[in-house]
């Protein structure tokens, strides 16, 4: 249970005489007056556990007695009976502990009297265009009343210098979301490997895969599934997830399942036939490698290049190994002659967000990881259609491995551990499939 009046209390402490704005996310339509399904900002919510759209919220540590404001849509029985219930002024008081709450279309008239002699407003300015303009505009008009006695703030502080690296470091109970939203995938992805067969389409697989994720307690999926057999396992982003998958190819399946806002990520590659060529096991060999070999610098004090920098120098000597480049390993790593096989980074932070906030430097240098921190390792070879500087026995050949990981005390725990990857781990699962397919 997120305790989000502790959070509300330790972010004000560190904002002083400040005040912090956090609009919800706006609404997009899908089609026509269709809305796509709504998803609150994640600032908003860490905050205040508010999920309504139309929204903002306010805290003023400096004020005498409300410090913690929203300004959300009043009930409304009719658009209530068409959209859903609201929380209401009454429910932002009684349900979500606001000291005061105004109807949304009093912002512009209530806010900024809550910006009175305050020194710093703290926004995630770029964000929002729209709503951008309101706040330079209330700023504006408090500046223009200087003379009358009023103090505007005069700075302007991005909340992601402090509450973005509050979120970078979780707490026990965010990462037993985290946990559970990666047991939960993790479900998925072993159903996707016992369930596959040549034929199939990759939507059918994606079915499979999302209908366990959510019948385990799930949102739904955190990102859009990528399910990609052959050649569409080369795509980094792909999406269409409509081919049919071929005896003799590999399925890349990159899904993560969302728990009360909090997100897992998981990539496995496993052989839609049940059983690696060898050209594949050389291949998937070399990435998991490179992966044992990153998760070796998931440490604490370890920096966050280091991560990556393990797993390039593996993947180098993997593709020297395999003949597909020729040279010093430390001359192509400085030439970056992997990058047309391995063009992403191996990590990024994740949270309530998939590529979650907080910054990868600073003071200019590679941060150092710390206990709390999630981040995820993946990773991956690609082989694509115009692979002409390969081995024709790799071209079509794509692999990715990726794992959720908690930063520890005294090292790391892999959340996503429950999902096989090692070779005769995904092959013993996709034989007992077929076994049981054979079954009168």
Request: proline share 5%; glycine share 10%; with cysteine.
């Amino acid at each position: 249970m997120i305790d989000f009046a502790a959070r509300r209390w330790a972010y004000m402490e560190r904002i002083g005489d400040g005040v912090a704005i956090l609009p919800a996310a706006p609404t997009f339509i899908k089609t026509a007056d269709q809305e796509h399904q709504y998803r609150p900002d994640s600032d908003l919510y860490y905050l205040t556990g508010f999920a309504e759209p139309e929204a903002v919220a306010v805290l003023a540590p400096h004020h005498p007695d409300h410090k913690f404001i929203l300004f959300v849509r009043p009930r409304d029985k009719t658009m209530e009976t068409w959209n859903g219930r609201r929380a209401g002024l009454e429910g932002a008081r009684q349900r979500y502990g606001a000291d005061a709450a105004y109807p949304i279309d009093q912002l512009d008239a209530v806010l900024p009297q809550y910006l009175e002699g305050v020194s710093a407003v703290h926004y995630h300015f770029g964000h929002d265009k729209v709503f951008n303009d309101r706040v330079h505009g209330w700023l504006a008009a408090m500046q223009r009343k200087v003379r009358n006695g009023i103090t505007a703030p005069h700075i302007m502080v991005d909340t992601q210098v402090i509450l973005h690296e509050m979120r970078l470091r979780k707490s026990p109970d965010e990462v037993a979301l985290m946990r559970r939203a990666a047991e939960i995938a993790a479900a998925g992805h072993r159903k996707a490997m016992s369930t596959t067969e040549p034929g199939q389409r990759e939507y059918e697989v994606q079915a499979e895969l999302e209908y366990v994720m959510r019948k385990g307690g799930a949102m739904g999926p955190s990102y859009g599934s990528i399910v990609g057999g052959g050649f569409n396992a080369t795509i980094l982003h792909y999406h269409e997830n409509s081919d049919i998958l071929n005896d003799g190819d590999l399925l890349l399946i990159d899904a993560g399942a969302e728990v009360e806002y909090y997100a897992s990520d998981i990539t496995r590659t496993f052989p839609v036939s049940g059983t690696f060529t060898a050209a594949q096991r050389e291949v998937y060999e070399v990435v998991l490698w490179a992966q044992e070999a990153a998760l070796g610098q998931c440490q604490p004090g370890k920096r966050f290049c280091d991560v990556h920098g393990a797993a390039v120098r593996t993947i180098v000597e993997g593709l020297v190994h395999l003949g597909v480049l020729k040279g010093h390993v430390d001359d192509l790593i400085a030439q970056e002659a992997y990058k047309p096989y391995y063009m992403h980074k191996t990590s990024h932070w994740l949270g309530m967000d998939v590529h979650d906030v907080g910054v990868y430097k600073v003071g200019g240098e590679w941060r150092e990881l710390e206990p709390g921190m999630v981040l995820t390792v993946e990773p991956g070879l690609y082989f694509g259609e115009d692979t002409d500087s390969a081995a024709a026995r790799y071209r079509g050949i794509g692999i990715r491995i990726e794992d959720d990981v908690l930063i520890t005390h005294d090292g790391y725990d892999v959340l996503t551990k429950d999902v096989p990857k090692a070779i005769d781990e995904i092959e013993g699962l996709m034989r007992k499939r077929s076994a049981a397919a054979a079954m009168p």
